[in-house]
């Protein structure tokens, strides 16, 4: 037994080339995932935190009663270990040397902003800055464009009410600049502490508090579950993942980087598959003469257990000491990209999938070929036995499958992604099914010859076990990379569209009717022609089929949208980007019904035909809901909740117009004439929300590139793995065909060729699955419409062939160079 | 075959003063040193000598595997050392068979593509029709399409034999090519070899331990520690 363990040992097994790579599969697959895991998880919190930034905090409390909360609610936030800070917003005139005007003031605490950073300048020539707090008591900041309103400048002193307030700074851009309907007019900001002196706020002033609080997730929930049962219909507790601008751009990138995830999972699982059948079958011989020395089954299958499990510790430590550096690298790249340093975070959770990884694809795809050694007849030492290999393998590989998916499925959480994956994979087994059919009817035929292609047909002929099985792999790892490039092109597709560069960035609004002809007249002239303009009326929805409508709706689908007065509007047509998906759109001169938008309807439940009435002013206004339908709210433009014929209930109640538009930067100084002419009118700049919005589509591209390159990285690999795997005999082959006199040119041809058809038919059945599978997808992780990707269908089976054929030609160079006279020394 | 240069190249193969030397970590080792032979066209050689002698070497060189560090290998009229690597591909395609002591089979193909190979590299016409003639010839044409996994070691050495044969070479080369076989199944594949040489009127030249089958070729070598010497012609010269 002695000598058996040391034929066994594992320093001898180092040198075999098949347990090498193995190991190199296992590393890679560690590698990959951890790599993904722990950034996907960095990604998530750095994605978080940059969108914490836009409520300045990671939950905002608003209450628009204009009454503060109760102290007690800030005291228990505290206790938890919460930061909290606090804002009051309202709207006011100031009064400069060079007359007054209407601003939105925003009052902030010492703690603001809890997240994120305030853009600043001190003059208006010179840096911009960050800073991380509001302005002193007794300071105040302003919009850039009071500077010229008000003939102001920086130091001087502005009125706000009853108290002087030194112009410090100019305010270019506040992390929380939401889109809010209340903030008209241009900004300034100043201490929360000074608010009371300035005496503008009274009993009934339409004054907003909001409240900022951050923390780790666990304390913000427990205080919400506390907060909870406290808070009146007015209070509403806003989350990042509620904002509903940004939140489907962050869901979709999680989707893909768990994608990204799933794939790196099961291309890892088939390299390791592929490298330790491969040892399998190298090992029989030894297995044989084991059994020859007495090593009973027994034994050798506990030899190969252990063996298994020491591929598997040096699988997940070299993974990691190459997952580690690789993701502080990806970390810095973060950095670099979002121009702030990222704090290294090591999720330990992220690498539990890694681990997961290793050992399932050890236990399903590495031991069964190797347990099935136990079997192997001792008669093999003296004479190898026909019919091994193959058809045995079938329950094997449907044990893997299982195992995979199943990894991939807990992984993902995503069933439908793991049926698209599974369907797409089932979609390419079958098609090389096919493919084998036909390759052994039509290319039986074919008679070699000293002609490269006839070589390389009948190459194909003779080798079609390894053939299919090498295919099934190329197009197996082409068709997950495929899946990854199509998914990642059609998500920055659907981003780039949402916010091409001339989407619009402000808002005209409180247009009076008659005025709506100049001011749209005003913009033409400077070659800014505006959107269409709607008109706009602001009502309560107050009841439901005659109910009031707090009665109607349970208490946990109490809406955002029901608590504040709604904006409602009249229009003809429907706007090109929303969708009806039940009812009809109005008929000309229709003047009975309502439009509802989707997720409000489903939120509140309503359907065709409920009768909803509307508080407008002291009126009332009753219509059924004849049609339902679905609006892009992040493309920038006025979306309504309610949309009624242009002759119908909202007629004769009081109006005014919202339009939007783009205006590029260097024109915004048209700002000033504008609110010069038509001082009434509220201009809602929203340019800097769409360049943060732009900054972090580009960020999540990036990552997102990242993660693609060392997938396909580590597809490449795989490729290599499975390539090499047959390396033995093909040198033996390449040797063999030189000694009996084939020229190395033909050689080198028509191998190449051969792997080049090789590719190619892979790449075809690999990109066919991945439209499939990404057909699939599309249809429920990710919105967008189907088409034929030709940019990717057509190159990648042609990027395959060529990929594959220098594959060929680097495989073969040992052959070549070396002399055929290893043949007669027995080549091993 | 009819060879209108046959009377001229009545010499098969002529090597003169053949040395080898590879070079090891600290010094150079000698395998082959002042080798000279003529073979001609037809007869059969056996070269003996024990174990790490030097015979594969020999036998590589003169098929021209490789090259010699010194002297001249003329195979067939061409001199071995002048052809670049492809021309001596060619020449081993036209005119030369290999039989090896490990048969050196592929175990993807089956006995006729085995033998089909070198009729296919030699670009011949419907390979095929020769393929079964050769391997029913060599007594197996049951097997035709067996690999060599289905094939006992004497069966592979036949396929090796039709292989060899199949490309009608002017010579060949076999390296103990019932080495690996137990002594009824060398003694009826040596049979077949030595018959199938006579029939095609090739050359043989053959390395063996095995007195016996070198007793039946028409001349045989010795070589001891890279020295080769002819011990008939050597009692003739001392005659
Ligand atoms: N490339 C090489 N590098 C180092 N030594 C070599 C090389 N080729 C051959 N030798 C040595 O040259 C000697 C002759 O080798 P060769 O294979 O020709 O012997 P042989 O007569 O065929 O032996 P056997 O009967 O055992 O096959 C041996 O000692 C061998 O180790
Ligand atoms: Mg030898």
Redesign the interface.
Known sequence: MAAASKLMSVRRDWRERDVRVVLAALIIAVATVATIALFASQLQRTLVSSASSFLAADRQLEAENGREIPGEWLTEAQSRGLETGRMVEFSTMVFGSGGFQLVSVKAVSDEYPLRGEIEVQDAADAPRKLVGSGPKPGEVWINPRLLRLLELNIGDSLEVGNLNLRVSGLLIREPDGGFRLSSLAPRIMIHADDVPSTGVIQEGSRVEYVYLFAGDDGALEGYYQWLQSRLEPSHEWEGVRDGETFSRSLERAESFLLLGGSLAVLLAAVAVAVASRQYALSQRDTVALLKTLGVRSRGIGKLYLRRLALWGLTGIVGGLLVALPLFWLLTRLLSNVLERPVEFYLDPAALAPALLTALVSLFAFAYPPIRRLRDVPAMRVLRSQPGEGGREALPDFAIAIIAVFGLVWLYAGELSLVAALLGGLVLLLGALGLLGWLLVATLRRVRGGGNAWRLALVGLYRHRRASLSQMAVFAMTLMLAATLVLVRSSLLDDWQAQLPPDAPNHFLINIAPDAVEEVSAFWQERGQPLNQQYPMVRGRLTELNGRPVKEAVSKDERVGALNRELNLTWMSTLPTDNEIIQGQWFDPGQTEGVSVEAELAERLGLSLGDRLTFTIGSEKVTESITSIRTVQWDSMRPNFYMAFPPEGGLTDMPATWITSFYLPTDKKTALNDFSRQFPTISVLEIDHIIDRIQQIVRQVTQAIEAILALILAAALVVMAAVVSATLRDRQREGALLRTLGGRQSLLVRSTMLEFALLGGFAGVLGVVAAEAAVWALQFRMFEGNFSWHWQVVLPVPLISAVVLALFGRWQLSPVLSVSPMLLLRRLE | MTDFNAERRQTMLRVDNLTHRVSLETDTLTILQGVSLEINRGESVAIVGRSGSGK?TL??LLAG??TPSDGTVELDGSVISKLT??ER??????R?G?V???F?L????TAR?NV???L?????????ARARELLERVGLGERLNH?P??L??GEQQRVAIA?AFA?DPVILFA?EPTGNLDNRTGQSVSDLLMELNREQGTTLVMVTHDEHLAARCGRQFHIEAGILTEPEAARELAD
Do not use: I
């Not at chain 2, 592929?106 to 193909?109: E, I, T």
């Not at chain 2, 296919?120 to 095929?128: K, N, T």
């Open positions: 594969t036998l590589g595997l490789d690597e492809d591909a060619k020449l081993r395609a036209r030369v290999f090896f002591q490990s050196q592929l175990p993807a193909l593509e089909m190979l070198p296919e590299l030699a670009g011949m016409e419907s390979p095929e690999t996994r289905q006992s070691g292989r490309s390296d």
